[in-house]
């Protein structure tokens, strides 16, 4: 069936460094893509999305690439900050339903 | 402006009762989900529904069932509850006609005991 991977499961970083975090897909009809952050005890919100015609999204601080011939897409962030702790968790769609990776809990220490 | 309200934040349930997990989305969306939140599973999708009175399993539809009578209302039953149902229900919704994001609501943390 449809599945999607994603690595590391945890990820802590120093404030200021970079955090990357890698998504891997199976079906290759998806074409939508995208990011999702949780805060502990809320819910997940979205923070950016990409699209199987795009091969790089940016939005300040994060960044998304795809690589559609390889199956995969990652998750950057620059200059991390400790309000950037959360899980993230990616996702791959096609017409309308999202299968999501397992998440990262990224702690970004001060 | 909450857009996506799940009835209850907390749940506690004896084994063996119905349970239902409600859903209610004020954005006129035509797609609405329901997911099971564990650690290190990630979000795993259990029914969802593209339609009033249409529903589809999803990857783990198993000991659930569900109910779509009006477009802005996804109940999620679980007709005998068990011990491994325990786990964080969240319910999305979504815009049809290409993959949009979900918007997510807050969560039930059901606890079957």
């Known amino acids: 069936g449809e599945n999607v991977e994603q690595h590391p499961s945890t990820l802590s970083v120093q404030e200021g460094d970079s955090a990357v975090i890698k998504c891997t897909y199976s079906?290759?009809?998806?074409?939508?893509f995208p990011w999702y952050k949780q805060e502990l005890g809320k819910r997940p919100q979205l923070i950016i999305d990409?699209?199987?015609?795009?091969g790089e999204k940016k939005d300040q601080r994060i960044a998304v690439t795809l690589n559609k011939t390889a199956k995969h897409f990652s998750l950057h962030i620059t200059e991390t900050q400790p309000e950037d702790s959360a899980v993230y968790f990616c996702?791959?769609?096609?017409?309308?339903?999202?299968?999501f990776g397992t998440g990262t809990r990224l702690q970004v220490f001060p | 402006d909450v857009k996506v309200t799940q009835s209850s934040r907390y749940l506690v349930k004896r084994t063996g009762e119905k349970v239902f997990l409600e859903c209610v989305q004020d954005?006129?969306?035509?797609?609405m989900f329901w997911y099971r939140q564990d650690p290190g599973l990630g979000l795993r999708l259990i029914y969802f529904?593209?339609?009033?009175?249409?529903?589809e399993k999803g990857d783990i539809p198993e000991g659930y069932s569900v109910s779509r009578e009006k477009k802005e209302r996804f109940s999620l039953i679980l007709e005998s509850a068990s011990t491994n149902q325990t786990s964080m229900y969240l319910c999305?919704?979504?815009?049809?006609?290409?993959?949009?994001?979900?918007?997510f609501g807050s969560g039930t943390r059901l606890t079957v005991v």
């Open positions: 996702a791959a769609g096609g017409t309308d339903k999202l299968i």
């Open positions: 990409i699209r199987s015609n795009v």
């Open positions: 079906d290759s009809a998806s074409n939508y």
């Open positions: 999305a919704s979504s815009s049809s006609g290409g993959t949009y994001g979900y918007t």
């Open positions: 954005m006129d969306h035509e797609n």
């Open positions: 529904s593209y339609d009033v009175k249409m529903k």
